[in-house]
């Protein structure tokens, strides 16, 4: 029998709750930024389908990020060798397992230890399905009921996994009240995971396998956060949900890192987010109540708040009632529904949608600010829209306004992983555009097109290698903190900083200048939002 998957480590036990059934604790005092909880493997993994294709289904390096730790979308041209074949992306060459034509390795390692472990189980099952693909639930109910036949999953781990809650009973009821098609996808996805198999199990306890699924995974991404598939650590899925989390999870290929976000005492339980803690109390307790079964009462929910704020703004005109703020939110929502339906066929449509939906909110800023939803999520998705029509100059304007006055407020921590992120993309398009400038290109009529629309940003009198030097060193040392040393995303930044020659901890010049620099793109940030 393999060795069990229990973390390298470890400062936190779990015990039960008062309301939420099983939690996990802090076994000491943890700092901010300090490693909880380090796993090297979970219990079972998978990609989803789309992720197939550009996915190692044992380490979970995908391909398509490869060189820069960035989404192809915010990546550019990406300095590496070498491109796949089967996928089209650059980087690691994925090759197809040649049995089953559907899961993807990045070498022999990873081929035979995924063999080892599962895959022997399954690659016959996914051959004879070729070319369909079972669904990331089903394939990973799959993988856990032939390893349990097959005695490859220790007593120990698996013993933690009966723990979990499988809200079986509050799936049935749900079907019965109106949620049919949930219950419906349950039975039918318990059905094709009995059936393929072969467990001598009853059809019940194959339902409750799912719903544990269904409930219990984590969201497993890339170092960046680009969501990937399905991620069971029984441990990992001890902690509960708060709308203010104290800790966040992060991934490194196939390492699952916890790490706190603020100081907790020892024996405070460890709680992560569940769902976005940016959308308002009226679209997060309804989603946790309709995915998880619980009505949140955390501080934030029980007061009507969001990140600290009150959804209903204290400063709201005797004009406009909590209804028309209501409805001005569901417009902002169609929007992004909009752009998401038109960036099909016309991108640049698709981002007259977006801009669209922030018009609505722009004259309304003194009580609506930048930071709450929908209006924040239509500039975030704007960014990522203008750079993949090459509009980076509008695209950097929109990304410093995040970094000055979104992100402090919805990634507080200096060091959350995601903000660390952010920074990143901000550095890369700063070095784009500034490389636009010097660039004879640049003087394109389409660029300064560009220019005009941000007010010149570029032409700001701003020591750009200054800014740019000094987010790189900030990212360096925060990173370690977000992401970990060992992190694939530190090691990336580490060795772009190297290829940079901005190795040296002292950029030569007084703070005091550096920081006139960045109050300089402040200031136009607060002008041209």
């Not at 009632?321 to 640049?348: F, M, N, P, V």
């Amino acid at each position: 029998m393999p060795p069990s998957t229990l973390p390298l480590i470890s400062k936190s036990y779990p015990s039960t709750t008062l309301n939420a059934g099983n939690g996990l604790f802090a076994l000491a005092d943890i700092e901010a930024g300090e490693l909880i909880v380090r796993t090297p493997y979970a219990l079972v993994a998978v990609p989803d389908s789309p992720h197939l294709n550009d996915t190692c289904s044992h380490c979970f390096v995908c391909v398509s990020e490869v060189g820069t730790s960035l989404p192809p979308a915010l990546r550019g041209d990406a300095d590496v060798e070498g491109e796949d074949e089967d996928s089209g992306a650059v980087g690691v060459t994925l090759r197809k397992c040649t049995g089953c034509q559907i899961v993807r390795y990045c070498g022999k390692d990873c081929q035979t230890a995924s063999w080892k472990k599962s895959h022997k189980y399954t690659c016959k099952i996914f051959k004879s399905l070729y070319p369909d693909v079972l669904p990331n639930t089903v394939r990973m109910a799959l993988e856990l009921l032939l390893r349990r036949k097959n005695l490859s999953i220790p007593d120990e781990d698996w013993g933690a996994l009966m723990k979990l809650g499988h809200h079986l009973d509050d799936f049935r009821n749900a079907g019965a009240e109106g949620g049919a098609e949930t219950w419906q996808n349950v039975e039918l996805m318990a059905k094709a995971a009995k059936e393929y198999s072969g467990t001598k199990e009853s059809l019940e306890f194959v339902q409750m396998v799912i719903c544990r699924i269904m409930t219990n995974t984590l969201t497993l991404t890339t170092p960046v956060y680009t969501p990937l598939g399905l991620y069971l650590s029984p441990l990992l899925s001890t902690c509960n949900h708060s709308c203010r989390p104290n800790a966040v999870i992060s991934y490194s290929e196939s390492y699952a890192s916890l790490r706190a976000l603020m100081p907790i005492a020892k024996d405070d339980e460890i709680y992560i987010s569940y769902c976005d803690i940016t959308h308002l109390t009226s679209t997060r307790r309804p989603e946790l109540l309709s995915r998880y079964f619980f009505n949140c009462q955390c501080p934030e929910c029980s007061a009507n708040m969001t990140l600290g704020n009150l959804d209903t703004p204290p400063n709201l005109p005797p004009s406009l009632s909590t209804q028309d703020l209501s409805d001005l939110e569901a417009r902002g929502a169609e929007a992004l529904i909009d752009y998401r339906t038109r960036k099909q066929t016309s991108r640049s449509e698709a981002i007259s949608s977006l801009r669209a939906g922030m018009a609505l909110f722009k004259p309304l800023q003194s009580f609506f600010p930048l930071y709450r939803q929908p209006y924040a999520l239509l500039r975030s998705e704007l960014v990522v829209a203008l750079i993949e029509t090459q509009d980076h100059a509008g695209a950097l304007g929109h990304t410093l306004v995040k970094h000055f006055l979104i992100d402090p407020v919805h990634l507080q921590q200096p060091f959350h992983p995601l903000r660390v992120v952010h920074m990143y993309v901000l550095w890369k398009l700063l070095v784009e555009v500034e490389g636009q400038v010097q660039d004879a290109a640049a003087s394109s009529t389409d660029f300064k097109r560009q220019l005009r629309e941000w007010k010149d940003v570029r032409s700001l009198a701003v020591d750009k290698s200054v800014v740019i030097w000094s987010l790189m060193r900030d990212m360096r040392d925060l990173v370690k903190i977000g992401h970990g040393p060992e992190s694939v995303f530190a090691k990336t930044i580490e060795r772009e900083i190297d290829a940079a020659g901005m190795g040296v901890k002292d950029g030569g010049w007084p703070k005091k200048y550096e920081e006139e620099q960045w109050e300089k793109l402040r200031k136009w940030a607060e002008k041209n939002t």
